[in-house]
């Protein structure tokens, strides 16, 4: 198993633009969610899916918009992104919520 | 808020330690715990969890030890290597009448000395 996977690695944008990060896992996950990591902030969570066409909002949704039309990928876009909006990036997958989660390698971005 | 914190930001120890990381959660209803190690320019790599129902729990040269009463979580990590260098997380899961959430807290970084 490849696990959970996601692209790009690193993309650098200019303040408006938009773009997609793609996160996919092959575990059969029904959990899946995204994070953003900001020094000294750890983990925040941004938006999350508790199965195929079921999404539902974190702690930071602001500026992101997500779907889940297939159990494997769970894409983030950013509408007009913003500096506010550089980051680390990380998507992760479980069973179900209440139970570990497995993280990509996750993308870097900068807006600039 | 409630949340989990980490006793202290940074730990230095020397290689062949034993290394002691903390964290305090604040909610009691808590019943799930992870700890997570992240290197650098990594995403974060389950180490090993405990259930609120057990205090103590083993793995390969890790351990991690639960105290309900004063809300402490703490891993234990034997013979401490430069490889174990990286930040390592604790996290909670959290069910209650609002659904369930997965709450990090800031992290410790561990750095491991020749």
């Known amino acids: 198993n490849a696990g959970v996977t996601q692209t790009p690695k690193f993309q650098v944008l200019k303040t408006g633009q938009s773009m997609t990060l793609q996160c996919a896992q092959d575990?059969?996950?029904?959990?899946m969610s995204w994070y953003r990591q900001d020094p000294g902030m750890g983990l925040r969570l941004i938006h999350y899916?508790?199965?195929?066409?079921?999404?539902d909002q974190g702690e930071v949704p602001n500026g992101y918009n997500v779907s889940r039309s297939t159990t494997e990928d769970f894409p983030l876009r950013l509408l007009s992104a913003a500096p506010s909006q550089t980051s680390v990036y990380f998507c992760a997958s479980s069973f179900y919520r209440a139970d570990t989660q497995y993280f990509g390698p996750g993308t870097r971005l900068t807006v600039l | 808020g409630e949340s989990v914190g980490l006793h202290l930001p940074t730990l230095s120890v020397q290689e062949g330690d034993n290394s002691i990381i903390n964290c305090a959660y604040s909610n009691s209803a808590s019943d799930y715990f992870i700890w997570y190690k992240q290197e650098s320019g990594k995403g974060p790599q389950f180490i090993i969890d405990i259930r609120s129902n057990m205090d103590k729990r083993q793995g390969q040269r890790v351990t991690v030890l639960l105290n309900k009463t004063v809300k402490h979580l703490s891993l234990q990590i034997a013979a401490t290597q430069p490889g174990d260098s990286a930040v390592y997380f604790c996290a909670e899961i959290l069910a209650n009448q609002a659904g369930t959430a997965l709450i990090f807290g800031k992290g410790t970084t561990l750095s491991v000395s020749s």
């Open positions: 899916s508790v199965g195929a066409g079921i999404t």
């Open positions: 575990m059969n996950h029904e959990y």
